[in-house]
């Protein structure tokens, strides 16, 4: 037994009991009539003209119903009589390469086969002009010799900038469209300046490109699609302000104060742009957002697959385990940061052999006076929050709060011989 193992040998693991969390639950079943329906409201359908090539930007995110979504969009444009094809906005994500790009999108069931319009992907980007902050509009170079833009996206609370205008519609036709040299001039002067360089960067665009309209999609907090809305470009500054007051209200959280230590299952690029949402662990990459939850220390075990090695927001974390750390892809992720110029959640923090010791590192460290009543929570990812596992000292607490319920006994976490969390 090395140094480590007798270090943290004696650090004791609560027992964890499964408990649900109650949120806000509105939801749309029927999501591509959802897609019709909200196109037709829009007064939009007059602008997809026959035989136009239409351009129909989709990102990188885990977003509920994405492969429905889009489809549905590609269908109303196939019906108005223009030919639809598929561009990767996501910035400098997969890798900023096109073939990673184009693998991301496979990742998250965005294929030809699966939406019924090709893929078309570059990095290459035209430059359109230049804004009235004095800025350079870079744009796909496929998205620039189309008829018609139209871009789809989730609406949510960014992770790292507050501003009217967060991730949605917007930051897609600038950052998105604008692959690693709109994403690298969006960024260029941190974080800080962000909602400012999306107002004007995309008012810009909007006006010297083809962009019809938007589609933009609200979550709730079981990952489920709460509400599907179509904006014409033109009301696209006006509109998502208030889509995004409304998306904060339906975000999930941790509803235990404080906890101790968070042990998160999994982080990854299709849960959040920074692999854990810091909206919901307060582990935000810079200064600028005063969190609503302080954690003590948070410990990550894992690469979701659909990541494709891309640590991100592994930084954020106090330790993680050898198991994530074999896993991760520097390239993808060093791109993505030296493109955000955030350096903060690509970092790697203690790496320790197994997930019996991560944990054991994350409790010793927390500097709960008794170990043994650390407050203790786990969740899968920061997607997933209805159930989650509280420890035995939590319990009073969750039995005090009407939006949580406790689902069954508290029972000692199992690990495998190698020391490896059996996950439920």
């Known amino acids: 037994m090395g140094v480590l193992e007798d270090l943290l040998r004696d650090i004791p693991l609560p027992k964890m009991a499964p408990v649900r969390q109650k949120f806000a639950a509105e939801r749309v079943d029927d999501v591509a009539g959802a897609v019709h329906r909200a196109i037709a409201e829009a007064g939009v359908d ?16 885990g977003i509920a119903n994405l492969p429905v979504l889009v489809r549905a969009v590609v269908e109303r444009v196939k019906q108005r009589g223009a030919d639809p094809f598929i561009v990767p906005a996501m910035g400098s994500h997969g890798g900023a390469t096109a073939d990673g790009q184009r693998a991301m999108l496979e990742h998250l069931g965005v294929t030809e086969e699966t939406v019924g319009a090709p893929v078309r992907a570059t990095m290459e980007v035209v430059q359109a002009g230049v804004s009235a902050g004095g800025l350079p509009l870079y744009v796909d170079a496929y998205a620039a010799k189309a008829d018609g833009i139209i871009v789809i996206n989730r609406i949510k609370p960014h992770t790292s900038f507050r501003g009217t205008v967060e991730s949605g519609l917007i930051k897609m036709l600038v950052i998105g469209l604008g692959k690693q040299k709109g994403a690298e001039t969006a960024h260029a002067r941190g974080f800080d300046h962000m909602a400012r360089h999306l107002l004007d960067l995309s008012a810009a665009l909007i006006e010297r490109l083809p962009v019809w309209f938007g589609v933009g999609v609200l979550e709730n907090a079981y990952d489920q699609t709460a509400r599907v809305v179509a904006v014409p470009a033109e009301r696209l500054h006006e509109v998502e302000p208030a889509l995004l007051n409304e998306a904060r209200r339906l975000m999930p959280k941790i509803l235990v104060r404080d906890p101790d230590v968070l042990v998160v299952d999994e982080i990854g690029k299709d849960i959040s ?22 954690i003590g220390k948070v410990c990550v075990l894992r690469l979701t697959e659909k990541t494709d090695g891309n640590a991100a927001g592994v930084g ?16 993808k992720g060093y791109a ?27 409790i010793k460290t927390c500097n709960c006076p008794d ?39 508290a029972e000692p976490m199992r690990f495998t011989e190698a020391g490896d969390l059996i996950f439920e």
């Open 273 to 294: 742009g920074v692999g854990m949402d810091p909206n919901v662990t307060g582990r935000y990459p810079n200064q600028l957002v005063q969190p609503d939850i302080r």
């Open 316 to 331: 954020l974390a106090d330790v993680t385990t050898a198991a994530l750390e074999a896993r991760i892809d520097r390239v």
């Open 336 to 362: 993505n940061s030296l493109t955000s110029t955030t350096m903060t959640s690509i970092k790697l923090p203690m790496v320790l052999p197994t997930d019996r010791l991560a944990i054991q590192a994350a």
């Open 46 to 61: 007059a602008r997809i003209r026959t035989g136009a090539k239409v351009a129909i930007g989709v990102g990188s995110r």
């Open 371 to 409: 170990l043994a009543q650390a407050r203790v929570v786990r969740i899968r990812n920061t997607l997933n929050l209805e159930q989650i596992w509280v420890s035995e000292s939590l319990l009073p607490e969750v039995a005090a709060h009407e939006r949580m319920e406790v689902l069954g006994p």
